[in-house]
């Protein structure tokens, strides 16, 4: 009977044990039920819990997390995106709490991917807050942002400020590039990183703000690099991006043929809010923006490649129901082809531009444009 109610308690210890070490790989939780985490440890530890799918990653994704202070990310030389595929992704809340996370160094290892590469790396209907990252964040896969790099299913990302340099290193026409948020949505197709994934919801960006750099190909915004909803949206409200440069880089970025045109862009909010259906109903807003930034098409200027869909607020948006209010853009456009713009590049069906200033310039080899 001891011999039994030895091995009981050794049982019990071992689960007590076990609990406590899954709680300290997320954080510890406060009475309130959310995970509060103060060092780069922990926030690594929930990084690789979700990655690697380790025990409990199916909670561990879904849960609630506070930071309690900022954290210097200096030492951890292994950190991988939270949230990293359909199966996986963070849908969950973060609050920031009004902290930094700095020095982070956000490199694929050798023989990653690097898809969906942000320090939130896939998201789905999730909520991050006032939370501000510096660092680098740095990939040759698919969809790479300062903050998120896939937003699958909604999300809502509001009082956040990037302040990493964020670099695409890839040759191919990475999907895309974004101080905030790289992609969001869309159809999932054969052949990318989304194939089998239901991508739907609406992504609402509020009070974010973009100071780092960036440099893609494809599709670039301060804030948003591409969106490619159908029948969802995304809105983006009072968003201010003060950056030297958000670029096409050299080499990165060619158009085969006229159907590339509408997948391309480069924007001072956003690159390219796309449409899969020119005629569907997606509604994409940008409200009170304000853009100081130099956007430049490298390849235009070194290669002599087009640089086509550039503007100071969004590049490029081919939807029925897109509307741009109280925006300002104060930077420098550059561009060598047709679609560029002050606030909007190119367009196709109308656009509804409300109440909006061009103190800057767009500018084509040619000669220089009005908005």
């Known amino acids: 009977m001891q011999k039994k109610l030895f091995a009981s308690l050794l049982v019990t ?3 007590i044990c076990a609990c406590a070490l899954a709680a300290s790989a997320v954080g510890t939780p406060a009475d309130d039920g959310v995970y509060e985490i103060s060092t780069a440890k922990e926030l690594r530890d929930l990084a690789h819990l979700i990655a690697d799918k380790q025990s409990g990653y199916g909670a561990a994704r879904k849960a609630s997390y506070r930071l309690t202070k900022d954290i210097d990310m200096s030492g951890i ?3 991988v995106p939270i949230g990293a595929n359909s199966s996986n992704a963070f849908a969950g809340t973060f609050d920031g709490g009004g902290h930094r996370i ?3 160094n956000l490199v694929p290892a050798e023989g990653a991917s690097g898809n969906y590469w942000g320090l939130f790396g896939r998201v789905a209907d999730a909520t991050i807050t006032d939370l501000t990252v510096e660092g680098t964040v740095t990939s040759g896969g698919a969809y790479v942002g300062g903050i998120v790099g896939l937003v699958a ?5 509001e009082n956040c400020v990037n302040r990493c340099t964020v ?3 890839g040759t191919a026409t990475a999907y895309g590039v ?3 948020v790289g992609h969001a949505g869309g159809k999932a197709t054969k052949g990318t990183p989304s194939v089998g994934s239901t991508q739907t919801g609406t992504l609402v960006i509020t009070n974010c703000r973009n100071e780092g750099d960036v440099l893609g190909s494809k599709c670039v915004g301060g804030i948003l690099g591409l969106s490619q909803h159908s029948g969802y ?9 003060i950056s030297e440069k958000i670029e096409w880089g050299k080499n990165n970025f060619y158009i085969t043929n006229n159907k ?3 997948n391309i862009g480069l924007g001072g909010i956003a690159g390219n809010l796309y449409s899969n259906d020119a005629n569907d109903v997606t509604s994409y807003t940008v409200k009170n923006c304000y853009v100081a930034a130099n956007l430049v098409n490298l390849d235009s200027e070194v290669s002599g490649r087009p640089a086509k869909n550039v503007g100071g607020i969004v590049g490029a948006s081919c939807s029925q129901n897109k509307t741009f209010e109280n925006c300002q853009f104060d930077g420098l456009v550059v561009g060598a082809a047709d679609g560029i713009g002050g606030i909007l590049g190119r367009y196709l069906s109308p656009a509804t531009i409300k109440n909006s200033v061009v103190s800057g310039l767009a500018i084509r080899k040619e000669g220089t444009l009005s908005a």
């Open 13 to 15: 210890v071992a689960l």
């Open 77 to 79: 030389t292994d950190m």
């Open 102 to 104: 700095y020095n982070l």
């Open 153 to 157: 299913s909604g999300a809502a990302i």
């Open 167 to 169: 670099t695409y290193t």
């Open 178 to 180: 974004g101080g905030v």
């Open 233 to 241: 949206g995304v809105k983006i409200s009072d968003c201010v991006v």
């Open 260 to 262: 590339e045109d509408w």
